[in-house]
């Protein structure tokens, strides 16, 4: 099993350019989960998803878009991107409901916007 | 609000010590979980510890221990026998369906 991968690993984009983030598991989760890690502020819950055609707004969901079509991919749209944006993502996912609910991490993305 | 915090923004123990990392929240609910995540400089985040609220009984694995006081809104990590692979980011969090995340120490074991 691969877990939980992430698309691009590294990526630079210019102020106002778009871009999405995929993010995939193999291990029939149910609930998906979009992170940034910036320095000194731990994980922040940007967007999250319970099920397939499911999304919901997490703490810092703004400038951001999320989609999911399909139970294992979790897509993370940027539609016109800032530098405030710059960023490490990290895609997360779990079984959910009444368990553990322990998540599961991908590598991460690094952006840079300039 | 849910809130965490990690009050010790960077700490250091010799290798083979023991270290305590401390983490409090505030939270309304009764049922949610405790984690310890660790993030080595690979990035990748770890689990390393969980605990159920509803378990008065403290978490253990290997040389990971938790303390839980759920009445103090407490959650500490004790690392013994401390290793240098144990340096690394490590970030307390705790929820349900959503988790929220402290903002980590940074633990460093000198050789």
Request: aromatic letters at 12%.
């Amino acid at each position: 099993n691969a877990g939980v991968t992430q698309t691009p690993k590294f990526r630079v984009l210019k102020t106002g350019q778009s871009m999405t983030l995929l993010c995939a598991q193999d291990m029939n989760h149910e609930y998906m989960y979009w992170y940034r890690q910036d320095p000194g502020m731990g994980l922040r819950l940007i967007h999250y998803s319970v099920g397939e055609g499911t999304t919901a707004k997490g703490e810092v969901p703004d400038g951001y878009n999320v989609s999911r079509l399909k139970k294992q991919n979790f897509l993370l749209g940027l539609e016109s991107a800032a530098p405030s944006q710059t960023s490490v993502y990290f895609c997360a996912s779990s079984y959910g409901g009444i368990s553990y609910n322990e998540q599961f991490f991908g590598p991460g993305t690094r952006l840079t916007v300039l | 609000a849910q809130t965490v915090t990690q009050s010790q923004p960077e700490m250091s123990v010799q290798e083979a010590e023991t270290v305590t990392l401390s983490c409090t929240y505030d939270t309304s609910e009764n049922n949610y979980y405790l984690f310890w995540y660790k993030q080595p400089p690979s990035r990748q985040m770890i689990l390393v510890i969980r605990q159920e609220a509803y378990k008065q009984q403290n978490a253990t694995e290997n040389r990971f221990s938790v303390n839980f006081q759920k009445a103090a809104k407490s959650f500490s990590l004790k690392i013994s026998d401390s290793q240098l692979g144990d340096t690394a980011m490590y970030f307390c969090a705790f929820g349900n369906e959503k988790l929220t995340f402290g903002t980590g120490t940074r633990l460093t074991i000198i050789p």
